[in-house]
């Protein structure tokens, strides 16, 4: 179903939609291509629902224009209301129709098509309910209400699918299963898609690219692992994934570090020069064991530990008060809060931010720190000054091992 | 009858899954509780029992009396009646909800409130003040005198009983219909525009027909109304099923025969509250909202004028006529003298009664209440759901079935207070039995279970901890009972002891007799005592929720 059109599915340039004083979408370039899944990760509140709402036409940009499959459809007095767009929704709440059938609603984007009985057919085995057409939504689990939501916005064969956290509603388990369901039907369906969501392994798994929003401003747009292995920005690399910025002085594509030379990766990684910031993830550091007692001279101490299924994270932090999220293989012994640990560089790629950047600062896993920090208009200002409380460091590099009630007081 | 005699959806028994059912619940009730249950359901269902008894022993030919063209042309009458308060609560309704939820109309809220109160007004009571405005003699025919008008054409009939059942009772429509509208969310008319349709196809195709159920439910309780109103019809001389059944009795030749019109009417209003639940099931099924987005407005433009004139329209003939055609009357009762004492022992009976009444009805209700809270026993739903069958008996059937019972069972309560007040607790305490309910789902029964842990025996425990939780649903409700029996019609004028005056029969008298000056003051005390009960309604909506 893939057009022989050159155009892009959607082109956005410059959108921009504010809400009083509010800026709620701030000149965002974006381009979803013929047939791909793009993601549109970022935290709540960060203008990525009311992109989707202003290329649906169910808002209108104070700025900006948007293309759908070449065809101008906001900004530069072009208006199309949103019924004659060829844009297909797949809202949060479902919003299927609460009177019709599963049937009827598939069918509701197809009165005038002479194939609509064969149509809604080729849906309904297309998201695997071949004999639910005469049920009522209401007889529907969540699950199943959400694939007829996507079958019934896919019927008219629109240009791009949009979805706006579908799947938000839903428990963890269902919605790992619904991820794949729905992507298996787009891809069949060939159709271009955006995928609205605030959760990163979503937007992860399911993106042939994803974009990354933070306060109405698209901070990069990429492949996911482009995204999680050279980060535009200092935000989305603590955003998506867990990550450690420290100090480093770049020089001829590499960086000095604390923990020795990396090599650098990334826009313009070759001509970087002077102090910035590197980025290291858990698993680019090595854990070593220290003996008993802190006379090794080992430098780093367990602050806390993250178990997190497949992984296991710790906090550690360093006499002057640095602090680092790492990753212990197996191989590692449990390790406890208190522990003394040596740290050892891997042999890695990863970026470097130059000055103008944020100071060294680690997040916790799945950057719940930088979401909570972006929710605040100042947020990326305010990392320049939130360094580590000072009286945490006497207990970070106290000569007898760490008690655990003092753990318990770091993980606060 | 008065407006909140009726079933009303906030009063309604719980549904099964009302709440869940956690470890240790027993289904089974102490026998106690048991018995006081089904003696208190007994009560409430002795009226359509002996009802039935009577209209079985019916003497001489049955048949005969329904197949006389004159009862065929009261049931036409009353068929006819209730159809066109349907249609004419609807169209007025559905407009006036759709206005204070989904455009920019001015003062929304304040449209929302207004419009809300002639749902309280007792539909004698406009019914008095239709006839003192537009009647022979009214106000409306004082202020054209000058003009040369001698005489109005009469306001009685089908049109005057359609036109004022249906002012006290489209607010019915409009609840339903503004809860679906808010319940519905946006985004499923946003995915139709999305799939091809205009914005007016949406209105057609999705938005009307997901109200259908909700706006149909809020007519068929309307039309309950209207089938089952005394007053009004009484007063504007329309002959429908309950006047009929009330001049069937007073004729007394065969009052048995009497008996056999309000099984009719009974049917009827089954037929039409079965219909209100199923509708009111679907209209559930058909709320999408989870995350309450408000609903998107229509900016109203031009039309913003003529839906003003509209509302103001609604609000004048329901609210504006009524109050101001019973002030206009009482300063000209005052001006010429009219004893103001007469009033005060009226409303100081009718008070007594009121607060009695009340006190007895919570007593009923806590009963019946800690059975379909705290057990789920077949019985528990018998005497519940029996509570409130008694409950959506019209008050005239209540009333003749009560007088029979009486007088031929026992003659010694025939014409006491005694017996009017047992009756009026019987029959309103399901107004209680929500609150108390919803009170006891809050003190749930592991409250009991610690205090027997620290040494209380069962009454004892349930007197220190659930009690005290209990306290403002019994003031609640107790005064929803007041407020009801106080503005109460048909009860008051066929059971209570002849010299025995209430606010309502006062009016009654006066206003069928044309005294329009001496109704007017009772009226007024009753037109506050309504607006009194509209807060105290939205407030219980608010606690139950």
Redesign the interface.
Known sequence: MTRASPDPAVRIKGLGRRFGDVVAVDSVDLEVRQGEMLTVLGPSGCGKTTVLRLVAGLDTPDAGTIEIGGRRVAGGGASVPPERRRVGMVFQDVALFPHLTVHDNIGYGLRHDPDREVRIRELLELIDLPDAGRRMPHHLSGGMQQRVAVARALAPRPDVVLLDEPFSSLDAALRTQLRGDVREILRAAGTAAVFVTHDQDEALTLGDRMAVMVRGRVEQVDAPEVVYGEPATPFVSTFVGTANLVHGEARDGFALTRFGAVRLVGQGSGGHRGRGLVVLRPEHLEVIEAPDGPADGASWRVLRRRFAGTEILYEVAAGDGERLWVEAGHAVRRLRVGDAVNLRLREIETVFFGAGHAPPHSTGPSGERAQRLAQRPDALDRLEVERIPEDDDDLADADVPVAPEVGRDLGR | MSALARPRLPLRPFTRSGRARTAGDDPRAPWPLAVTGLVIALLALLPLIYLVIRALGVEGDALGFILRPRTIGVVVGTVALGLLVGISTILIGVPVAWLTTRTDLPGRRTWAVLTAIPLALPSYVVGFAFLAFFGPRGTLQGLLAPLGVERLPSIGGLFGAVLVLSLVSFPYVTLATRAAILRL?P??E?????????RMTVFR??TL??L?PAIAAGALLAMLYALSDFGAVGLLQFDSLARAIYLQYGASFDRSLAAVLALGLVAMTVALTAGEGRLRARAG???????RRPPSIVALGRWRWPALAFCTAVVGLALVIPVGTIAWWMVRGAMSGQPVELLMDVAIDTFLVGALAALAAVLLALPVALLAARHRSRLARFVESSAFAGYALPGIVVALAMIFLATRTVPILYQTMALLILVYAVRFMPQAIGGLRAALGTAGPRLEESGRTLGDGPIRAFTRLTLPFLRPAFLAGGALVFLTVVKELPLALLIAPIGFDTLATEIWDAASSGFYARAAAPAALLVVLSIGTVALLLRAEEAER
């Not at chain 2, 099924?285 to 995350?291: E, I, L, M, N």
Request: glycine fraction near 4%.
């Open positions: 969310d985004a499923v946003e995915s139709a525009r999305l799939l091809g349709d205009r195709r999705i027909p997901v259908v099924t058909y709320a999408t909202s989870r995350r």
